[in-house]
């Protein structure tokens, strides 16, 4: 212990320099994957919503530290240029791994769809599109999108077979008709009604969580006149995180809202 420790600090230098170099490529691989992630992944309040904020920072956590620590452990000019040059070779390997296997999450937990379910609104991953369905999906929704979410209203079933065959889904295998392309339709100006008219006052959400009302507030100044502030509605959203979406008096949506913001 006593031999080998003025050696270590010796050394300390170079590593934290090789480390210090390290750092800084990861942060700026890190900040290209921010922009691919929050730009077209996880765009709006969906970062938020879908979990994407806190899926992004445990992966780079994971990814930019796990990189330069390890460096900093390894990293001694004395093992030789090509002894040291294996090392951080199979370090990298490992932080490429480690980064491919977390994008990978994060692209099949990104939000592809926001589906209207008649009472509330569902955001949907590209984990859970029942794939196999997409080509009964209508045209426009037939590919997933890299951009965000596609919105969309869920057609009831039509027939006994299709009732019974979307009980048959949800029941045993725990998937939803907003999950299934061949449910979908668009959302259009009648389905866009019917959300409005499913909506509440914003006043009623208000009431049960008080704490809701400086978004409110802020919310409805946004608002051109005051028949469009009155006009306000929102619905539960279903989502990674629970939330509500604020629409305005035809359907439109205006803006998510964490729970988590004002309980």
């Not at 009964?136 to 951009?147: I, K, V």
């Not at 929102?234 to 035809?250: G, Y």
Request: without cysteine.
């Amino acid at each position: 212990m006593h031999a080998t420790t003025p050696g270590f600090f010796k050394t300390f230098g170079t590593r934290a320099r090789a480390a210090g170099l390290h750092l800084l490529a990861s942060g700026s691989i890190a900040a290209v994957v921010a922009v691919l992630v929050f730009g077209y992944w996880y765009p709006g309040d969906l970062r938020l919503v879908a979990g994407g904020t806190a899926l992004f920072t445990l992966v780079m956590v994971v990814d930019v530290v796990m990189g330069p620590m390890l460096t900093f452990v390894v990293f001694d000019r004395s093992k030789g240029v090509s002894h040291l040059r294996r090392d951080i070779a199979v370090i990298a390997l490992l932080q490429m791994l480690a980064l491919s296997y977390g994008l990978h999450t994060m692209y099949m937990g990104r939000p592809v769809g926001l589906a209207f379910e008649f009472d509330r609104f569902r955001v949907v991953s590209m984990a859970e599109v029942v794939v196999a369905e997409l080509d009964q999906a209508p045209p426009m929704f037939r590919r997933l999108p890299l951009d965000g979410p596609m919105l969309f209203a869920v057609r009831k079933s039509s027939t006994t077979e299709e009732r019974a065959d979307a009980l048959n889904a949800s029941i045993f295998q725990g998937v939803d008709n907003g999950q299934r392309p061949k449910f979908w339709i668009p959302y259009d100006e009648q389905a866009r009604a019917q959300a409005a008219a499913a909506g509440r006052p914003l006043d009623a959400l208000i009431s049960k969580y008080p704490s809701s009302k400086a978004a409110v507030d802020r919310i409805r100044t946004a608002m051109a006149t005051q028949d469009d502030r009155d006009g306000l509605r929102f619905l539960p959203v279903r989502a990674k995180h629970d939330a509500v979406v604020v629409l305005t008096h035809n359907g439109g949506i205006v803006e998510f809202l964490l729970y988590d913001g004002f309980f």
